[in-house]
């Protein structure tokens, strides 16, 4: 399994700002593409997720009080990042990248 199917296959989310910079995307301009999309609406002063696209697995919405009031937190999910990649021709985020961790050999002096 390549990395690309296991972040589809993954529980994790992203909230929508940072799907659209792990999208290459200026995150405002990707939240408005997926209004404009008719993937997301607005309710209780939040974006809310289609409810087909939840089905899918390519979002999620949960419910949170903020102020008293409940509002919509919705995320893509893994599957939704590499749908969206595909839809606007970038590539799907790569694997992180992780500092060198390697113990170099012990030098030894010139003699």
Same mark, same amino acid.
């Given at each position: 399994?390549?990395? +690309?199917? &296991?972040?589809?296959?993954?529980?994790?989310?992203?909230?929508?700002?940072? &799907?659209g910079k792990a999208l290459h995307q200026p995150p405002n301009k990707f939240v408005a593409w997926l209004r404009e999309r008719?993937?997301?609406?607005?309710? /209780?002063?939040?974006? +809310?997720?289609?409810? &087909?696209? +939840?089905?899918?697995?390519?979002l999620t919405v949960a419910w949170e009080m903020h102020g008293g009031k409940p509002r919509p937190t919705t995320k893509v999910t893994g599957k939704g990042v590499v749908h969206y990649a595909r839809a606007l021709g970038v590539r799907p985020p790569g694997r992180p990248h992780r500092a060198s961790c390697? &113990?170099?050999?012990?030098?030894?002096? /010139?003699r």
């Open positions: 399994m390549d990395f +690309v199917e &296991a972040l589809a296959d993954s529980d994790g989310t992203w909230g929508l700002r940072a &799907a008719g993937d997301l609406y607005d309710l /209780n002063g939040g974006p +809310v997720a289609k409810e &087909a696209l +939840v089905k899918r697995g390519l390697r &113990a170099s050999a012990p030098r030894t002096p /010139n």
